[in-house]
């Protein structure tokens, strides 16, 4: 892969892809988008009242975070997007042909994150749902090129593992105006 222009951070909910990527966005001086604002108010109730979202649900905001995806892409401006993404149909909307964005799965164990998810505290995604994300979730094919960065250590480290494993290197020199 070229050096990207945009990564997409993908896990399960608590997996920390809110702190991963904003971290990241700010050590490359990229542009950051958090994945649950495209979401409809309706998907919003929804998760919040404790019912998973549908293929049908996830579509619109799917195909939404795309559309951002290729706003950076066009005018040439880097980012980074978190979205859980959990089934190979879903990377395929929003990453698919688009060479220039990286992908990269935290990788962390149902305990882990069900702790996490415990003291997150403000968000609308009912931590009941984190078995429905673990059913949902498809490990990437290699064919799919996605980078995968434990979540065992510090989110730093977690960043650290990700700008070495896509070769980028912290600092504003990466984005372009």
Known sequence: ?????????????????????????????WDYA??????????????????????ADRLPWLNSIA?????RLEIDRPGVVSCSALKRKY??????DREKVAMVL???DRDTIA???????????????LDTQFADL??????EDVVTAPITGTPEETVTHILTALGLSPGPQQRTP
């Open 67 to 71: 559309a951002w995806i290729d706003d």
């Open 34 to 55: 958090e994945a649950d604002s495209f979401h409809s108010q309706a998907n919003i109730d929804k998760m919040s009242a404790g019912h998973p979202l549908t293929d």
């Open 138 to 143: 498809e490990l990437p094919s290699p064919d």
């Open 115 to 129: 702790a996490r998810m415990k003291d997150r505290k403000g968000h609308f995604f009912s931590a009941t749902l």
């Open 1 to 29: 892969m070229t050096s990207p222009r945009v990564v997409l951070i993908a896990g399960v909910s608590g997996s920390g892809k809110t702190t991963i990527g904003t971290k990241l966005a700010e050590s490359l001086g």
């Open 91 to 96: 990377r395929d909307i929003l990453a698919g």
């Open 106 to 108: 935290l990788d962390g």
